[in-house]
Protein backbone atom coordinates (compact mmCIF):
# COMPACT_ATOMS: atom_id res chain seq x y z
CA UNK A 1 0.00 0.00 0.00
CA UNK A 2 1.04 3.71 -1.02
CA UNK A 3 0.36 7.14 0.63
CA UNK A 4 0.29 10.66 -0.30
CA UNK A 5 2.53 13.21 1.42
CA UNK A 6 2.04 17.18 1.52
CA UNK A 7 4.48 19.05 3.58
CA UNK A 8 4.93 23.02 2.87
CA UNK A 9 7.04 25.60 4.08
CA UNK A 10 7.32 29.39 3.48
CA UNK A 11 10.37 31.03 2.26
CA UNK A 12 10.60 34.87 1.75
CA UNK A 13 11.17 35.29 -1.55
CA UNK A 14 8.87 35.37 -4.62
CA UNK A 15 8.11 31.58 -6.51
CA UNK A 16 10.09 32.47 -9.92
CA UNK A 17 13.01 32.70 -7.19
CA UNK A 18 12.55 29.41 -5.67
CA UNK A 19 11.26 27.67 -8.96
CA UNK A 20 14.59 29.20 -10.76
CA UNK A 21 16.52 27.70 -7.57
CA UNK A 22 14.96 24.38 -8.28
CA UNK A 23 16.36 24.28 -11.95
CA UNK A 24 19.44 24.88 -11.29
CA UNK A 25 22.12 22.48 -9.82
CA UNK A 26 24.58 25.04 -9.00
CA UNK A 27 21.94 26.87 -5.89
CA UNK A 28 20.63 23.46 -5.98
CA UNK A 29 23.70 21.90 -4.49
CA UNK A 30 24.37 25.24 -2.32
CA UNK A 31 20.48 24.83 -0.57
CA UNK A 32 21.43 20.83 0.02
CA UNK A 33 25.04 21.36 0.53
CA UNK A 34 25.40 18.03 -1.87
CA UNK A 35 26.17 17.67 -5.44
CA UNK A 36 23.14 17.91 -7.94
CA UNK A 37 22.98 18.10 -11.69
CA UNK A 38 19.20 19.06 -13.28
CA UNK A 39 18.53 19.05 -16.64
CA UNK A 40 15.83 21.72 -16.66
CA UNK A 41 13.33 20.54 -19.09
CA UNK A 42 10.42 18.12 -19.27
CA UNK A 43 12.07 14.80 -20.11
CA UNK A 44 15.33 16.17 -17.99
CA UNK A 45 17.00 14.20 -15.51
CA UNK A 46 17.28 14.93 -11.96
CA UNK A 47 20.61 13.92 -9.94
CA UNK A 48 20.02 15.54 -6.11
CA UNK A 49 22.22 14.83 -2.74
CA UNK A 50 24.70 13.62 -4.45
CA UNK A 51 22.56 10.04 -6.15
CA UNK A 52 20.71 9.74 -3.47
CA UNK A 53 17.58 11.28 -5.61
CA UNK A 54 16.90 10.63 -9.14
CA UNK A 55 13.90 11.00 -11.42
CA UNK A 56 12.99 13.30 -14.37
CA UNK A 57 10.92 16.02 -15.07
CA UNK A 58 7.21 15.11 -16.30
CA UNK A 59 6.11 19.00 -16.04
CA UNK A 60 7.11 22.50 -15.70
CA UNK A 61 5.09 25.14 -15.54
CA UNK A 62 7.01 29.04 -15.06
CA UNK A 63 7.10 29.86 -11.89
CA UNK A 64 4.89 27.81 -9.57
CA UNK A 65 4.46 24.17 -10.51
CA UNK A 66 7.22 21.10 -10.78
CA UNK A 67 6.15 17.13 -11.28
CA UNK A 68 8.88 14.55 -11.34
CA UNK A 69 9.57 11.00 -10.91
CA UNK A 70 10.91 10.43 -7.74
CA UNK A 71 13.51 7.57 -6.55
CA UNK A 72 15.09 8.12 -2.91
CA UNK A 73 17.90 5.79 -2.64
CA UNK A 74 16.73 3.19 0.45
CA UNK A 75 13.48 5.11 1.39
CA UNK A 76 10.93 4.23 -1.04
CA UNK A 77 10.07 0.91 -2.84
CA UNK A 78 11.83 -0.32 -6.04
CA UNK A 79 9.53 1.82 -8.38
CA UNK A 80 9.81 5.46 -8.56
CA UNK A 81 7.20 7.66 -6.86
CA UNK A 82 6.04 11.43 -8.06
CA UNK A 83 6.41 14.47 -6.57
CA UNK A 84 4.21 17.31 -7.55
CA UNK A 85 5.61 20.96 -6.14
CA UNK A 86 3.27 24.24 -6.40
CA UNK A 87 4.70 27.54 -5.22
CA UNK A 88 2.01 29.85 -4.43
CA UNK A 89 2.97 33.86 -3.95
CA UNK A 90 2.35 35.24 0.23
CA UNK A 91 2.32 38.63 1.05
CA UNK A 92 6.13 37.92 2.68
CA UNK A 93 6.91 35.59 -0.43
CA UNK A 94 6.14 32.33 -1.03
CA UNK A 95 4.59 29.19 0.15
CA UNK A 96 6.45 25.71 -0.95
CA UNK A 97 4.23 23.01 -1.40
CA UNK A 98 5.29 19.12 -1.93
CA UNK A 99 3.05 16.38 -2.62
CA UNK A 100 5.24 12.99 -2.33
CA UNK A 101 2.82 10.29 -4.07
CA UNK A 102 3.58 6.59 -3.64
CA UNK A 103 5.57 6.40 -0.60
CA UNK A 104 5.18 3.06 0.91
CA UNK A 105 2.82 3.62 3.93
CA UNK A 106 5.95 1.71 6.41
CA UNK A 107 8.22 4.87 5.30
CA UNK A 108 6.09 7.89 5.52
CA UNK A 109 6.99 8.63 8.60
CA UNK A 110 10.99 8.49 7.46
CA UNK A 111 10.35 9.83 4.33
CA UNK A 112 8.11 13.18 6.06
CA UNK A 113 11.34 13.54 8.43
CA UNK A 114 13.61 12.95 5.39
CA UNK A 115 12.32 15.59 3.14
CA UNK A 116 12.09 17.83 6.43
CA UNK A 117 15.84 17.59 6.83
CA UNK A 118 16.96 17.98 2.95
CA UNK A 119 14.85 19.78 1.27
CA UNK A 120 12.71 22.28 3.61
CA UNK A 121 14.60 23.43 6.34
CA UNK A 122 17.72 23.81 4.21
CA UNK A 123 15.54 25.77 1.62
CA UNK A 124 13.91 28.29 3.96
CA UNK A 125 16.95 28.12 5.58
CA UNK A 126 19.33 29.10 2.25
CA UNK A 127 16.62 32.04 1.88
CA UNK A 128 16.32 33.87 4.72
CA UNK A 129 20.26 33.89 4.88
CA UNK A 130 20.10 35.50 1.50
CA UNK A 131 17.06 37.84 2.27
CA UNK A 132 17.76 39.01 5.72
CA UNK A 133 15.20 41.16 7.54
CA UNK A 134 14.28 42.33 3.93
CA UNK A 135 10.54 41.85 3.80
CA UNK A 136 9.44 40.21 0.22
CA UNK A 137 6.11 42.95 -0.42
CA UNK A 138 7.95 46.41 0.41
CA UNK A 139 6.12 49.30 -1.66
CA UNK A 140 6.41 52.43 -2.67
CA UNK A 141 3.49 53.51 -0.43
Known amino acids: ?????EL???VPVYPERVFRAWLDGFEFAKITR???????????????LGGEVTGIFRRLVPYNHLEMTWQIRGKTSSHASQVE?????TCTGSLFRVWHHGVD???VQNV??????????P???HFENL????VADLSDG
Open 131 to 134: VGDY
Open 105 to 107: LSE
Open 34 to 48: QPARIVPQVGGNLWL
Open 112 to 121: LKWWEENFLR
Open 1 to 5: MFATI
Open 85 to 89: IRIEP
Open 123 to 125: LQA
Open 8 to 10: AVE
